[in-house]
């Protein structure tokens, strides 16, 4: 395997980062990930456009242009050409001699295998446990994952999927990795407006779904999810995920509902169409 | 200059962290950082036990014993000998296959110069801002500084040394990298006792002062700081630093105080008697 570090490819044993980077001594630098199916980048200008964002919030420059990342990821591919597969685009904070200022960023461009996605008939039905949060800077997608890493093992323990963030007013807001939607009364699509990531998938879930019904983004309270007919999971690894279960509470059918599997279908169409 | 990573020295280019591991992937790690003066470990007991302490509470282990830390920093400084130095002690969250379950930690042992500390009639008086903020998970020294750091073009843009972190009810807590001591009427010296990381200065600071005037652990409101005689700030690299403006607001005399330089002078008295 071959990564793209600064200026050149290299062997993954050589991919590495300076000791001294803020990435390493303080967390602090910020990345993006994609799919890449059959050589072609998925949403990559939204992709592009949203690392520019990051970057911008934290004083960081991403070191090339979109278009040279482009040609970067495609190289990179043509090395190592996989028919589904994660190119994870990552700028550090840089070698810092005080570790606390800011420095010149190193970028580094990896690849790694996926699954494709499901057909929409198999869609996975996951149980989730809700933890109150609110990520540091949620618009941001930075490095720090520090406490959705920190989850891990005791969502592990309880055979859990994943945690759902909210605030100490039981105001959802995001998974830490994935944004949240629900379908409630009168088959209306509601999804957390503050403290996320705007995700990208999010923003096809949001276009699809309002050519079949109302949709909202606005506060969603917990007590919502837990009254929903469906809930789902949007990210860029599985796209949508239905939750049948929060907090050991039942939520829906216990199944996939038919707005997930219709909005899964359509997206599945859309990453066809789309560059 | 030298490093030493996982089980050798090896010069500082080579002194890098895998591109998958969680601390470049997702800021997930822990440090401590102590003095070392004349080739002796200040505290080094305290920094090893909240460095064990930290290392759990993010299910870390550190790879190694206190007793075989000792041994690799002595040898670490005999091969680069200073005067002042500063040693950081880093354990990642170690390289993750997908990017999210925890590794095999990497462990890193860095040496840096450090000014010999000052005098006690050369301590500066430093201006700070306020930012509401609370650590994440702030009893742990995990690698997450990226608000501290965030905020560093930020407070240099107005002159300001530090950012003094409360919550939304003016309850303060500490700054990014040092806890705050307040002398309030009466000579009380109020710190406060939630949200914070347990100091090891600051831990000496509460020892020592108790022996000269009353002491509190407390909630402390930034209110109790504006009309403070004193605030000061404790980390390990300055020990002591006054502040002498809050918001643009005088604190005190403007000067650093009689409490601070008297503190100040026991804890340099300190130092040279433990190891």
Redesign the interface.
Known sequence: ME?F?NDRFVP?AE???????????????V?DFFRMVDGRPIFFADHMHRLQHSAAQ??LQVPYSADAIYEIVLELWKRQPMPTCGI?I?V??GVSSD????GTPNL?V?Q?PLKPLLPDDELPAVKVNTYQWIR??AHVK?????????L??VLQKEALFDALYHDSNGVVSEFP?SNVFAVIQHGKLITPARHILQGITRKYVLELAARQMPVEVRDVTLQELLTASEVFQTNTSRRITPVVSIDGRPIGSGKPGPVAISIYKNMLEKELITG
Chains 1, 2 share one sequence.
């Open positions: 990564v570090v993954e991919a590495v980062v300076p000791y001294n980077d803020l990435a390493v001594t303080r967390g602090y630098g990345f934290l004083h994870r990552t550090t904070g570790s606390y200022t800011i580094i990896s790694m540091e800077m930075s490095l720090n994952y520090m406490t959705g890493v920190w891990q093992p990795r």
